[in-house]
């Protein structure tokens, strides 16, 4: 099963469970370079639910113009729907980031519990390919910094299937980071996952790979690339655990920590800018939790500090590789010295 | 009787922008007037007891009054029930109040309480009261627009025949993302009336310095508009009730209230630098909407001067009851600051400035 | 000879909106006519030879061509200088084309190529020319316009007499962003022209969908505004002279091109599946830009259609041949990841994605 | 001198430097309830350089349309000038990020140098008194982390001046992050402050108070706080090091870890939220760097966790105190063993 397919399967079924969710946003229904995670959704449900594709004069578009559709599904929300918005990517919810975080994640507090608002913010997130600096951004730490929000990134079909569901049927405002990319990519997945009642526990990380020797922390697309560095070092007799963390916000301290107490080395890894990112909080709360079982300095790899180039020798520079993480796994490891190297 | 049917002509005729103006004459009874004057001598005073209460340090903060502006909230609420709903920025006392809200709730929200509508932790700007509709309260100028249509979405979508007063200032009225909401609105077809609370001021901004055309009325290009003296609260509530039947059919509508504030824009502005006393004092005398109404239930004999007294009298007693409850009651618990952060709150540990002093497992 | 005065008609009238439209009888020479007609050529020819580039994996990631819109670009520099400037979106390649780049630098940004005009760490969407005032090549709908705005007002601040061009699309039409800027401009009589230009859809969505009016000029509601075929460059040329003209004097206004893209909205969107073949095909019959120019310059006997011809053929040839350069031209060296970060990157290190393996002082 | 007279003199200083330098904001001119911070700059430059302050027919305010005037001032700075644009608090600016970081700070880059952004971008950032959870929040940690931005926050008068003439100065988009509590506030400062060629090298921090048994890391406010903490260990026979950071963006990781290197034991303290904070990304450096320089755990002072609350007793408990940073300050120096309170 496809990300693609597995997104698509759970907005259906949600959709088919619970009247009150509804999707709308900028995935546009007869424009053929959309990514298609609503496909067939129009048809099932109509124009009163998947409100992004014309069929009737009464239905209309909302691209770019994400300041006011965001306030709308948040208002939504406010009244006891449950709007999924899309955001054609992430990059364009700088324009709404006002109502999801002080419309969103403040209200429930603020109305002390009177004003819930149950809505999935959701789309491609980060780095596609060749798209410049623009729309290359990776928005899980600015978001997962705020509470009020939850911060949900898929990997595998199962985390895609699983996540969308418990995002859609949680009551608070959640993002949902995805990553184009991955739409493609295809995950074996069990019966289980596929079952309609399936959803995965929002908060709770899952150790992709179990290892010994140094723990690899990791989120969407970045947690295959941490397979495959674990792969190479399973190879140089290194036993990698590699962790998905599947929700930034909440994030499991516990299993993190838990896992660097077993291994006592750690590499965050992400595609995100580095400064305040998801490796440094990760980073901190080890330090914090597990100072003493570390055996060594905590490795970050993430996405050069510069803003995306286009050209793809520099492109292909500025997020990591998978080497950029076998190395740092061997640094923990201390089978390498590190090199002063510059560009 | 009470119930006499009374029609009496508005201050001054609507103007309309894409429509044809509903009627200046205004069917009230003697209750009703009656009713107008004692709740906007409530919202008044409430407003004058809270600028007390800043000055005594037992509000703190941002603190936005109302008083002025009371027509527009009582007219409002005349012309519609709890089923619509009413979202406005920061100045929402009296919204609130209109909504049905106390005024122990009121001021116990304002001095921080913990019997306050958001038991003390929304504060003056975010007073709300889901059971009547009223969804705050917003701190961002101009968000509450898009809010607005989106509850009127919700609305529709329910198929629940009501409809949403999304409120703003004159200030708001040239944010961009009214515009884009109006937009969606218009080609949705949505339940939705924009309230632009014109007071000519946002913050020290006369309105032509922050708006090449001012008559906001007409700003919504192709959705249409009326401009309504919101002084009057009869022409308040012609103009809500024609705007809920026209949106209920037809889609989105403006209202352009024209008002004034008589503080200044919050409590750290005299208000008084960027207009003159004789402004003020112009608009006391001529147009208070209290004053107003006054004039009609004296002019048409439904009640005596004194026994007007009596109500404000009356109203100034309930204030000063609802200020000492208010004061007696306690602050939130300190287990409060971890409470709300998230409808469900997972289990998952949240901390405090220092982590490991303070943390706590979210409800 | 080549300069001999030609008065030709517009297609259609100029339609204005709070503004009496110039005239309909357009001054040219036959060199114009044969410079509109060589370079609206190159341009069509760049877009194609992009089409390929791309199919051919030589170019990555969104890339938005042009083809169709010619003549709004070619019409625009007609009436101005250099010295005025103009900003766009992400459909940009022929906008920097018309500023005086090249075809070398344009398609070695294509190709990620550090001969690009942006030696290729901008891409398609981010192309510049600040010595010919060009601000680029913007992938955030919308947000080129206050930033024209804000050019506009450098130019005021500076009292340099000249303008900018700020474009945008259909779709960009409905931004918030647009209204705020506008607002400001009109307010302090910013010397900037809005061009709007309307090629029917923002990426599958056609106009009627996105806008509860479609009516871009109209769109200002107290700005004037002027409704323009853009496809017919003399008329573009017409209202950007006029324009100019105007907003030096008496601040913004907006001018609505109709014009058309015949590809997709980008390389992934075949751009049929939301409009027929039939109304493509029609357009290109009835209003392509270059043929309407060739007709004219057949029809005043200016030059011979196979000498047109010629032109077409050397044009393809100029095409070629820059792009064989461009593919000879070297990858930007890695060193380049860390340069204009800033313009003072005052000795501090930036990292790479493993920080003790690739790091580097900031130039 | 005031923090106030401080900012105010700069401006005014570098305004009659460079007459390319405009102000433009929320400042508003005739209303009392404003910072002040250009008091008397209309009056001296008048209304074509103080661009929010009504005077003439031809000015106007441009309050609460902080896309639109943001958007201008970049433009204006793309063409040349040097704006400095005013919000009237931060908490706005989230209207307007999308200009500040796609616009601003990735132009430089994108245009291979051609596009420069000479803007500052100042305003008071973070928890006043009493304003509720939608206008208490810190930008420190998000605008940080992106490449293309200068992040400054100053402490003191001197602070102050010295980073505001050298943000007015740098040809790169700047963001200086005030605070509306420390205004009033008055500083001894030194004749050289005021000398009119005075600036701060951006991305050095200053070392406030030399010590060796723990260094305190802080901005802003909390440079205060600290030094009253560092006050109070003293008489408890404990040395520290206060580091007033100055500078957010670049953040002056030598410094940092040198006195790391010397006291063995940090404290980080800031206002903002702590996930993905201005304190993890200095505990990831000093692990990254000086990892066995390390004699206890990083201890993190920060904002709580949630929307700021109004209550003053629940907002006190929202926000660091004295005595926080000094119990981190001694549970570092193992004089405390932490313990674990619920709320
Ligand atoms: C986005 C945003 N920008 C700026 C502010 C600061 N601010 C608070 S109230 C206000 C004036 C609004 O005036 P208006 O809309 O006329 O409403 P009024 O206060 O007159 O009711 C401003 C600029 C804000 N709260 N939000
Ligand atoms: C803020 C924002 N939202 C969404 C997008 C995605 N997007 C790219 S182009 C486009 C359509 C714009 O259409 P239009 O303004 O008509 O310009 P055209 O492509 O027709 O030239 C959209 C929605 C974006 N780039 N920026
Ligand atoms: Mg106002
Ligand atoms: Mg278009």
Redesign the pocket.
Known sequence: MTVRDALNTALDEEMSADPKVFLMGEEVGEYQGAYKISKGLLDKYGPERVIDTPITEASCEINQIEAGFTGIGVGAAYYGLRPIVEFMTFNFSMQAI?HIINSAAKSNYMSAGQISVPIVFRGPNGAAAGVGAQHSQCYAAWYASCPGLKVLSPYSSEDARGLLKAAIRDPDPVVFLENEILYGESFAVSPEVLDSSFSIPIGKAKIERGGKDVTITAFSKMVGYSLQAAEILAKDGISAEVINLRSIRPLDRATINASVRKTNRLVTVEEGFPQHGVGAEICASVVEESFEYLDAPVERIAGADVPMPYAPNLERLAVPQVEDIVRAAKRACYRLVPKSAAA | DDQTLLTIETSVPFTGHNIDPPSRSVETTPKELLTFFHDMSLMRRMEIAADSLYKAKLIRGFC?LYDGQEAVSIGMEAAITKRDAIIT???DHCIFLGRGGTLLEAFAELMGRRAGCSKGKGGSMHFYRKETNFYGGH?????QVPLGCGIAFGQKYCKDETVTFTM??????N?GQLFEALNMSALWDLPVILVC???H???G?A?WRAAKSPAYYKRGDYVPGLKVDGMDVLAVKQACKFAKEHVLKNGPMILEMDTY?YHG??MSDPGSTYRTRDEISGVRQERDPIERVRKLILSHELSTASELKDIEKEVRKEVDDAIAQAKETPMPDPSELFTNVYVKGLGVEAFGADRKELKSVLP
Request: proline content about 0%.
């Open positions: 006002d | 936005h920025a920061y100045r701190g961002i100028v101009g968000a703003y200032g004159d200030g708001a009225a944010q609370e014109n007071n001021y946002g913050m901004t309105e504030r824009h919050s």
